[in-house]
């Protein structure tokens, strides 16, 4: 069992990508844990309709989840293989395939907003906080996009300590805006819930100047610039759709799944939903983990084929898949362990 259980080589390579990944993961859990308890504050309606409002975003967000993880599927493995040229080709389809979803999704919420707020609910109190939220929060699809698609691509190439170090910052200045802008401090309006929006939007443009300023001007491993977005990649096509098409429609699937959730829940009441609000940070810190080891074996399985040795990317796989279940045990225990503490 020893080529399964794995060495210590495989241990460390793993442990180096998935905490950083975790770590940023746990950051982002806390941003939403804060708008959560800042929001709260304002009353179950507001709470309630930034909680559906976001379920729009979240589907945007894993849409481009899976466009990125498709992508880094191709690129661990040029990565591993040493293929700048077809790395920067498939760098480019995940970019303009994230480029078309945000003009989509931005376009019907210009559009829309009304409508959008109401797959969720028919409260008219929760329709006209979700429409501000909505409204101010408009730019976040292209800013959010963009930076979760080229941060997944740093990773695949093991560049997991900027993405990391933007998201501590990106904290900060989520929590500082949030708080400035909800309760109308430092000499700045009380905005409620527009003011939850504003100081979201304004960390998600933060991302967007930290994590693609360093992708386009100043990464070396790649070397990807603005220009190389026009680059044709007519060979590289087929391959790249054959595998993205699948992750992004498991991904969409899923989010999907959670916006119907949402929208039933939406339809039982405002108070059904702040709760539910609440109870997602925890389901969402019991997956910190799993996101940053699932990160991490399709990084390392990536590179094993790109090195050509698919035997043991194949045991590397059932390495991930044992572990994967183990933390999954865990999780379920650490939800038992704190639920009281985070609902109280």
Not at 51 to 58: K, T, V, Y
Not at 152 to 173: D, N, Y
């Amino acid at each position: 069992y020893k080529d399964y259980l794995g060495d210590k080589a495989f241990y460390k390579k793993m442990a180096m990508i998935a905490i950083p990944i975790s770590m940023q993961q746990l950051i982002t859990v806390g941003i939403n844990l804060m708008d959560t308890i800042m929001l709260s504050s304002m009353g179950d309606a507001q709470l309630s309709a930034s909680s559906l409002a976001g379920q729009f975003i979240n589907l945007f967000q894993i849409c481009c989840m899976g466009i990125g993880m498709g992508a880094s599927v191709l690129t661990s493995r040029y990565w591993g293989m040493k293929d700048k040229h077809s790395l920067k080709q498939t760098i480019t389809l995940m970019l303009r395939c994230c480029l078309i979803f945000a003009t989509i999704f931005t376009t019907i919420t210009l559009l829309a907003p009304e409508w959008i707020m109401s797959l969720y609910s028919t409260d008219p109190e929760i329709l006209h906080y979700g429409t501000i939220y909505l409204k101010w929060i408009l730019p976040t699809y292209f800013c959010m996009g963009l930076a979760l698609t080229c941060t997944i691509v740093l990773r695949s190439v093991g560049q997991v300590k900027i993405p990391l170090t933007c998201s501590i910052i990106a904290f900060f200045v989520n929590v500082f805006f949030n708080y400035m802008f909800i309760f109308g401090k430092f000499g700045a309006p009380r905005m409620e819930i527009a003011g939850a929006a504003l100081g979201t939007l304004i960390a998600r443009v933060f991302e967007l100047s930290f994590i693609c300023g360093f992708f386009f001007f100043k990464d070396q491993r790649i070397a990807y610039r603005i220009k190389d977005i026009t680059m044709k990649c007519g060979s590289l096509m087929k391959e790249y759709f054959r595998i993205s098409i699948p992750v992004l429609i498991s991904d969409a699937l899923l989010a999907l799944g959670n916006n119907a959730v949402a929208m039933v829940m939406g339809r039982i009441g405002t108070a059904f939903v702040a709760a539910n609000s609440v109870t997602m940070v925890v389901q969402q810190l019991s997956s910190v983990l799993t996101q940053g080891v699932s990160n991490a074996s399709g990084i390392i399985t990536g590179h094993t084929m790109g090195e050509g040795d698919y035997e043991k990317a194949q045991k590397q796989g059932y390495t991930f898949l044992a572990l994967g279940t183990i933390i999954g045990l865990c999780a379920g225990i650490f939800i038992m362990a704190i639920k009281v503490l985070v609902i109280n």
